[in-house]
């Protein structure tokens, strides 16, 4: 009976040893180290390794640049508006007639009859403003005059001492003054105009042309 106890004892001790030691044995890969998910990483492979697409290549805007043409005659003034004419029709370009001596009009802007610029003169002589009349004729007509000046210094003097005087909304309008000569300010963006503009003012050896900043 002693070699059939010593047999059980040998069964229990191989069965303990059995789940005690397979916690020591290898494991499989766990989660913590589980293989990269491989569609999306060829996914991100192709974005990053892609070339970008490329936006259209658009030619750089050039600046604009202006001109003032000085010490035109009358005849001579005349002649080259009708050359700027025709090269506005071949070019991109624009031109502007300046006065070179100027006037400051204060003016009250334009009522909507004769009746009321009528009345609002009236009640601007009540107010103690004087030398103020209503204007007559186109584009101004039915507007109320408060002087002429030399000067923009002069004609913001004005406009101070009617605000004083409760009178609000007057304007400042430059006039050229009568008689007075003319000159050119050419605006462009293209550099063919600048060649034309050389090429014309050869005719013209008393003028000038000079680059200035474009009006904003």
Known sequence: MKWM?????????????????RDYWPQPGSN???????DRLSLRS???????????TRPAKSDAFCIEWRGLNQAEFTRVREQFKT?????????????VNTRHWV?????PSVESATAKLGELAAAGIQ???????????????????ANKESAQRRVREVEEKGVLGT??????RQGTDYYFVIRSEDPDALKSLGEISQDYPNSRQSRVACPS
């Open 87 to 99: 090269l506005v029709g071949e070019r991109v370009m624009s031109f502007t007639e300046v006065p």
């Open 46 to 56: 192709q974005a990053v390794s892609g070339s970008p697409s490329e936006a259209p």
């Open 107 to 111: 003016i009250f802007p334009p009522l």
């Open 5 to 21: 106890t010593w047999m059980l004892l040998a069964a229990n001790l191989l069965v303990a040893a059995f789940f005690i030691g």
């Open 131 to 149: 030398d103020a009349f209503v204007v007559r004729d186109n584009p101004w007509r039915n507007a109320i005059s408060l002087g002429l000046y």
């Open 32 to 38: 913590d180290h589980a293989p990269m998910n491989v």
């Open 171 to 176: 304007l400042v309008e430059v006039q050229p």
